[in-house]
């Protein structure tokens, strides 16, 4: 696989690049990349196509994609799950605003930390919910949750549900065994279920770090919604295939009937694709890995190069948030896009002074964006 191949995507309908559509500006915002698709999962979906029929497929059936996430889990992250402990959701939006059905009742408060992206600070208002937001702070050169903050807001009788992003996005950093300790006793001690989105969990760029999830920690495990998906990793998003972990029968039990009637089936192409995506693409996986390293370091040194521009380098995702809060303009956005580039407004975020870029592209794409940047 190069993943320097530049895959031309103009007349897809792509979502990332109709919104630049006509204007010269280089779509490096929403969090798909620019790789095609590992080859075994580009034959096994053709494999499909070929067979011409595209009946019903119900996903808790299809033994393969089950067994496949059994394996991934084990083999990636040491944790041993159980097959029904796999509820198959279209994507993890859908499933924490599922899980804000499944477990509060209209007014209760639900946790978000901040920055975060945008569809986990609608979800508590979609769901007739309150957000309460727990901030990120700098400490020793990284981002990490504000556990004192996080510990007065979730003492809160109201608070019910605390909707986690780990690896973080934007930010990009991997919570540690201790960070994640602090959480499991907060959410314990205040009874707060934990909703943990870690689809970028399969992403992680520093070699130091380990990805621990939630529903494999001790104490709290039987209390947490566990949301994962091939998505990101394999860049088959549009297949709308992702699955939660809930080991507890009766958190699981509310979670399946909060979404009944409402949620549908997921694609099949999304279970094939994911069956593939985690049995047979693990050479892949790490080469991609090698990659956006190499796209990292570059984004970090030339960002560190452009005036009014800071970086902490993230430890997971392709995602770079970078801070232009020296830059001396009103709209940071704005700026980005009158050169030429078009990342993620930050304020969407949650953080108006900031942006975000996706590197999860072809070296040569990086190059073009920092050469526009620096003109």
Known sequence: MS??????????????????????????WVADSEFKCAPAIVEALQKRVEHGVYGYHLPGEYEPAINAVVRWLNDK??????????VWTPGVVPAFNVACKAYCEPGDKVLIQTPNYPPMFAAPAN????????????????????????????????????????????????MTEEELSKVEAICLKHNVVLCSDEIHCDLIL???????????????????????????????????????????ASVRLKFTKASAGIVPWVNFMGLVATEVAFTQCDDWHQEQLEYLRGNLDYVVEQVEKLNGFSIIKPQATFLAWIDGSELGVSNVHTYMESKGVGPSPGKDFGWPKFTRINFGCPRSMLEQAFERLNK
Request: hydrophobic residues 40%.
């Open 3 to 28: 993943f320097d191949q530049v895959v031309d995507r103009s007349g897809t309908f792509s979502f990332k690049w109709e919104r630049y559509k006509g204007k010269d500006i280089l779509p490096l």
């Open 77 to 86: 992250h040491d944790w041993q799950i159980k097959p029904e402990w796999i």
């Open 127 to 174: 769901n007739d919910l309150i957000r309460e937001e727990v901030g990120t702070v700098l400490e020793n050169g990284r981002w990490t949750l504000d556990f004192t903050q996080l510990e007065e807001k979730a003492s809160d009788p109201k608070t019910k549900l605390f909707i986690m992003c780990n690896p973080m996005n934007p930010v990009g950093t991997v």
């Open 206 to 248: 520093d070699e130091n770090a380990t990805h621990i999830p939630a529903g494999k920690l001790a104490e709290i495990g039987s209390q947490t919604i566990t949301l994962m998906a091939a998505s990101k990793t394999f860049n088959v998003a549009g297949l709308g295939t992702s699955f939660a972990i809930i080991p507890d």
